[in-house]
């Protein structure tokens, strides 16, 4: 596809310009695998009745989810450095296409270990692809825009997520409880049952896999920047390994930022792993069409939430913003823990439209302290390698529900969302500026 360049590469790797086209198909990524990861919630729920698993053992399909981001994202962003983060996008596009095809052999297979596997495949492209794209998005256009470019381009992923929790509503969930119906039959009728209903997940990965050749075609003929730095003879500046670990370890902000991030996504995969398990044990009576349409209703304010919070940091200071948002996350959740009826099931729903904004904004703001382009790869895939909260903090979660209950575990992530908001205060220091003075700034240096 060929398309007149528009844009200007700056030093810094930035552009002069945002490229449409371009900055379209890299936001669609998002919307992929966030695809992905609200499918993991619906898997959740069938794991739990046909292999009759406790709520900390079902918390794994997270552990191998988000164990394939942390383990893969340093790998994926030396294969960027070598390459460019367009073949780094292409690569992850290929992987997720191979764990999605994985899920084929599992469901005959059925075992639990199997498709923990398969979904450990789909992360490793995953991986790569938010390894290139999280930092890709910041860079097509101005650097002024970077985070506001992020939370756009993270719009998708909210689209996306309701895209996976429809697909797996009307293609793999029925209008039954299945654990209810599996615990009336017989041990060799429930495990048949149960096999063809694991049968069923295989239908929405059929969509994916069409979404995916067709994306892959298109990065292959479509021309992008190369977002690198550059240096005064015009070479692509980079640093070793050992090099870009030593700078980072000396940079406390950087470290403060790794450390919310990783909070942050425990926090809020554990909301929505938990949420549909809270609603048909508070209300057992609930189908699991019932159930699933709490998460989609999670994800409509998850969408409208970071739509509203993109308009809040066009135009106030982001710390200020997130801040405030996760404050009030942490009192919806409060009420979660302490309310004993369907509003406690509302709140859990309603806590999403304030985590809208709190993964682009965190991951911008902590890559913006790496002040040396030189890094940058390395550094976004650190960032990346935070998504591990995903794995670990919701086991714990998993873990407490199951020592006391369902309802109290969401506990830990109102004392996760707190945490972050502190982050944020401490941020406030280094946010002197409205995004307006930054704009005057930036065009009285053109």
């Known amino acids: 596809m060929s398309t007149k360049q528009r844009w200007v590469e700056q030093p810094d790797g930035y552009l002069n310009r945002t490229p449409v086209l371009q900055f379209i198909l890299v936001s669609i990524l998002f919307a992929i695998w966030?695809?992905?990861?609200?499918?993991?919630?619906?898997?959740?729920?069938?794991?739990?009745?046909?292999?009759?698993?406790?709520?900390?053992a079902t918390a794994f399909v997270q552990s191998a989810f988000y164990g394939g981001y942390f383990i893969i994202a340093i790998p994926a962003s030396l294969f960027i450095k070598k390459t460019s983060y367009k073949a780094g996008i292409i690569a992850g596009l290929s992987l997720f296409a191979l764990g999605c095809l994985m899920f084929f052999p599992a469901s005959q297979f059925a075992t639990y270990g199997i498709f923990l596997f398969a979904i450990f495949i789909e992360a490793i492209g995953l991986s790569f692809l938010e390894t290139s794209g999280d930092t890709y998005a910041t860079l097509l256009g101005p650097k002024r825009l970077g985070t506001l470019r992020l939370n756009i381009s993270q719009t998708m992923n909210a689209l996306g997520l309701i895209i996976g929790i429809l697909l797996g509503k009307y293609l793999v969930f029925q209008d039954t409880n299945l654990k209810t119906e599996m615990?009336?039959?017989?041990?060799?009728?429930?495990?048949?049952?149960?096999?063809?209903q694991l049968s069923r997940t295989l239908s929405p990965y059929k969509y994916v896999l069409i979404a995916l050749g067709?994306?892959?075609?298109?990065?292959?003929?479509?021309?992008?920047?190369?977002?690198?730095?550059?240096?005064?003879?015009?070479?692509?500046?980079?640093?070793?390994?050992?090099?870009?670990?030593?700078?980072?370890?000396?940079?406390?902000?950087?470290k403060r930022g790794i450390l919310s991030q990783f909070i942050y996504i425990g926090a809020q995969t554990g909301i929505w792993s938990f949420t549909m398990r809270l609603a048909l044990n508070m209300f057992p009576s609930?189908?699991?069409?019932?159930?699933?349409?709490?998460?989609l209703w999670s994800y409509a304010?998850?969408?409208?939430g970071r739509f509203?919070?993109?308009?809040?940091?066009?135009?106030?200071?982001?710390?200020?913003?997130?801040?405030?948002?996760?404050?009030?996350?942490?009192?919806?959740?409060?009420?979660?823990?302490?309310?004993?009826?369907?509003?406690?099931?509302?709140?859990?729903?309603?806590?999403?439209f304030f985590l809208g904004p709190g993964w682009p904004t965190i991951y911008s703001r902590t890559l913006e302290t790496v002040t040396d382009r030189r890094y940058t790869e390395t550094a976004g895939a650190i960032i990346v390698m935070a998504i591990v909260g995903g794995?670990?903090?919701?086991?714990?979660?998993?873990?407490?529900s199951d020592a006391t209950s369902m309802q109290f575990s969401f506990i830990l992530p109102a004392i996760e969302l707190l945490a972050v908001a502190w982050y944020f205060?401490?941020?406030?220091?280094?946010?002197?500026?409205?995004?307006?003075?930054?704009?005057e700034i930036a065009l009285s240096k053109q």
């Open 214 to 254: 067709v994306l892959i075609v298109l990065f292959v003929i479509t021309k992008f920047p190369s977002g690198r730095p550059k240096t005064t003879e015009g070479k692509v500046a980079s640093a070793s390994l050992k090099e870009t670990l030593s700078y980072l370890m000396k940079n406390n902000r950087y």
């Open 308 to 352: 509203f919070g993109s308009y809040l940091l066009s135009k106030f200071r982001e710390t200020r913003v997130l801040a405030t948002y996760l404050v009030l996350g942490t009192l919806m959740l409060i009420g979660t823990v302490f309310i004993h009826n369907i509003i406690a099931v509302w709140l859990a729903v309603g806590v999403s």
């Open 391 to 400: 794995a670990v903090l919701p086991a714990l979660q998993g873990a407490l």
């Open 286 to 295: 609930f189908s699991d069409r019932d159930a699933s349409n709490f998460m």
């Open 425 to 439: 205060w401490t941020e406030m220091k280094h946010d002197t500026l409205t995004p307006q003075q930054k704009k």
């Open 183 to 196: 615990a009336g039959l017989s041990k060799a009728a429930a495990q048949a049952y149960g096999t063809e």
């Open 301 to 304: 304010f998850f969408f409208v």
């Open 34 to 56: 966030a695809v992905s990861s609200s499918l993991n919630d619906i898997l959740i729920t069938q794991f739990k009745a046909v292999f009759d698993l406790s709520d900390f």
